[in-house]
């Protein structure tokens, strides 16, 4: 059975994580996606709500896993899953130099795991999770965040942003 492992912090999900997830699912015979947790970076949805929005936001099938995995090097992650194959998205240069560093390194500490690098397509290539984050706020926010990720993460990422709003400016809404 062809596994592969693909993680990442998915903070939030995107319409660009799904399209990887869907290949993946084309590719192998099961893919695991796991979130990585970093204890050393911040983020704005926890471990459970980023399951869950993952969850949320693919068709369950039985070679698609969901999960997560802290404290560990990814590829050591993916040998005790049992995953010979590592699945990466490259949307610019900037990620492909990132990379192609870490494969290098990734295969001096596991030979055996090949790095499968997709390229997405041109309309969500440019999509990232900081990138929504940092969209969301001025008038309009909604209509171009709406675009980028899946329904269920759009609602999250809505009501987040009710419950940051101060006090007064909830009364008014």
């Not at 993946?24 to 471990?47: C, H, Q, W």
């Not at 869950?52 to 990814?74: K, M």
């Not at 008038?139 to 999250?156: I, K, L």
Request: some cysteine.
């Amino acid at each position: 059975m062809r596994t592969a492992v693909y993680a990442g912090s998915f903070d939030p999900p995107t319409n660009g994580h799904l399209w990887m997830i869907e290949r993946g699912l084309e590719m192998f015979d099961r893919l695991i996606v796991a979130i990585g947790d970093n204890p050393a970076k911040r983020y704005s949805f926890t471990v459970e709500e980023r399951l869950n929005l993952l969850r949320a936001s693919t068709v369950a099938c039985e070679a698609l896993v969901i999960t997560h995995f802290d404290n560990r090097y990814l590829v050591d992650y993916a040998k005790k899953a049992g995953a010979k194959y590592v699945l990466r998205g490259i949307r610019s240069p900037h990620d492909y130099e990132y990379e192609r560093v870490m494969r290098h390194i990734n295969a001096d500490m596991a030979p055996e795991i090949t790095t499968v690098f997709l390229m997405p397509p041109r309309d969500i290539a440019e999509v990232s999770s900081n990138m929504i984050k940092s969209l969301i706020g001025p008038t309009g926010w909604e209509d171009t965040v709406r675009r980028y990720v899946p329904e269920s993460v759009f609602q999250a990422l809505a009501q987040q942003g009710k419950d940051d709003l101060p006090r007064d400016l909830k009364i008014m809404q």
